[in-house]
Nanobody, 127 residues
C-alpha cells in the first residue's frame, strides 16, 4: 500500500523555477520496488506523463520537458522530487505523482500502469 502527498506547487513568472515534492508512505514493499512518475493535466487536456524513475533507477522524460525538468529521489526520506527550471506558460497544469509496481521504457506514460496517485498540486507559469 502506498499513500502519496504532493507539495511545492505555486504561481511563478515564465522563466522561473519550482521544485515539487512527493512524500510516500509505503507498506509491504520498499521504495526501490516501485516505479515513480510525475504526470500533469492542463485544463481541457489529457493527463500526460512528464518524468519517471523506474525500479532500476533509469530515468525518462517527456520531450517537452527534457533539459528543463529533473526527477530525483531521496530514498532515505521516501520522497521524490521534480525540479522544474525555465518554466513556460505551457507547463501550467495540475501535477500528480504516481507509483507503479511495474513499468518499462515503453509504457511509463500510460496512466493505467500506475497503482497509486497523489491528489495533485497546481503549477501556474504566467508570461
Amino acid at each position: 500500500q502506498v499513500q502519496l502527498v504532493e507539495s511545492g506547487g505555486g504561481s511563478v513568472e515564465a522563466g522561473e523555477s519550482l521544485t515539487l515534492a512527493c512524500a510516500a508512505s509505503i507498506s509491504g514493499r520498499t521504495h526501490w520496488q516501485y516505479c515513480w512518475g510525475w504526470f500533469r493535466q492542463a485544463p481541457g487536456k489529457n493527463r500526460e506523463g512528464v518524468a519517471v524513475i523506474d525500479t532500476d533507477g533509469i530515468i525518462g522524460y517527456a520531450d517537452s520537458v527534457r533539459g528543463r525538468f529533473t526527477i530525483y529521489q531521496d530514498n532515505a526520506e521516501n520522497t521524490m522530487y521534480l525540479q522544474m527550471n525555465n518554466l513556460k506558460p505551457a507547463d501550467t497544469a495540475v501535477y500528480y505523482c504516481a507509483a507503479a509496481r511495474y513499468c518499462s521504457s515503453t509504457n511509463w506514460r500510460v496512466q493505467s500502469v500506475y497503482d497509486y496517485w497523489g491528489q495533485g498540486t497546481q503549477v501556474t507559469a504566467s508570461s
